[in-house]
């Protein structure tokens, strides 16, 4: 079992920063992959980033490419989203997620375990 919590949320005004956390706990390890995801109200929720624990590779969703990095620190075994030149269409609860062997990071059906999201709001 492996269990995910997420932290860093709050409220940023458009142009800001924000970190988010997903600390995990269990039986994670290099087969992992760890994606981030969003959903704002009314909406679907969508890929925003993943990362391969083992290799470090890193997916990003175009909305998310060249403004928000994922990473991983390996010993406190929590993985990082840096939000940078955040928008008012960022505004959206973040969840992580987690999946052995996820061969699409995209697809969020790929994923077996959830955190229970941080909300992020950025004003405009």
């Known amino acids: 079992q492996v269990q995910l919590v997420e932290s860093g949320g709050g409220t940023v005004q458009t142009g800001g920063s924000l970190r988010l956390s997903c600390s995990a706990s269990?039986?994670?390890?290099?087969?992992?992959?760890v994606g981030w995801f969003r959903q704002a109200p009314g909406k679907e929720r969508d890929f925003v980033a993943a990362i391969r624990w083992s290799s470090g590779s890193t997916y990003y969703a175009p909305s998310a490419k060249g403004r928000f990095t994922i990473s991983i620190d390996n010993a406190r075994k929590t993985v990082y989203l840096l939000m940078n030149s955040l928008k008012p269409e960022d505004t959206a609860k973040y969840y992580c997620?987690?999946?052995?062997?996820?061969?699409?990071?995209?697809?969020?059906?790929?994923?077996?375990?959830w955190g229970q999201g941080t909300r992020v709001t950025v004003s405009s």
């Open positions: 997620a987690a999946a052995r062997e996820v061969p699409r990071p995209q697809l969020h059906y790929a994923y077996d375990y």
């Open positions: 269990g039986r994670i390890f290099g087969s992992y992959t």
